[in-house]
């Protein structure tokens, strides 16, 4: 299995009630209509498989930088507003996923366009592209936690 799409809850129903899907995950609540209840859907399992053509990559952009981040400065672990490049682009640093972290204003710019092995510092993790919580939106993955087992970073 594989995370698709997020669709709306009456497409969701939709879906249950014409047997396309069944209900992975509920929260717990129950939807009632004049002859049936059924219960909310927060994750369906399409009962047929649908084949994903090779998706396009989610580019790294000051937006979902910090969304695969979670807002954390690489660096020193605060609240990062700003991304960094960490080879400098004015020494060659490439813009693609792994040479961009999350960083707070004051590290980066007291990092400014130095290496991290220049400074004595280093990362705590391997930047790497993002999988599907950012291409979802991490906030909505955040706001509905039932869905984060099922979308990993
Ligand atoms: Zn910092």
């Not at 950012?134 to 099922?150: D, I, K, M, N």
Request: hydrophobic share 40%; aromatic share 6%; charged share 20%.
């Amino acid at each position: 299995m594989e995370p698709l799409c997020i669709v709306s809850l009456r497409r969701a129903v939709v879906l249950v009630m014409t047997g396309k899907a069944t209900v992975l995950e509920t929260d717990g609540r129950l939807l009632h209509s004049e002859h049936v209840s059924v219960p909310l859907p927060v994750v369906l399992c399409l009962t047929r498989y649908v084949h994903v053509p090779v998706r396009r990559p989610v580019p790294p952009t000051r937006r979902t930088v910090l969304q695969r981040d979670n807002h954390r400065c690489a660096y020193c672990g605060g609240g990062a507003d700003t991304v960094d490049h960490v080879n400098p682009r004015s020494r060659g640093g490439r813009h693609e996923w792994t040479n961009v972290v999350a960083a707070c204003v004051r590290c980066n710019h007291r990092k400014a366009d130095r290496l991290l092995h220049e400074i004595g510092w280093e990362l705590a993790f391997v930047p790497r592209a993002p999988r599907w919580s950012v291409a979802f939106g991490t906030t909505s993955v955040r706001s509905e936690p039932l869905w984060s087992q099922y979308v990993v970073a």
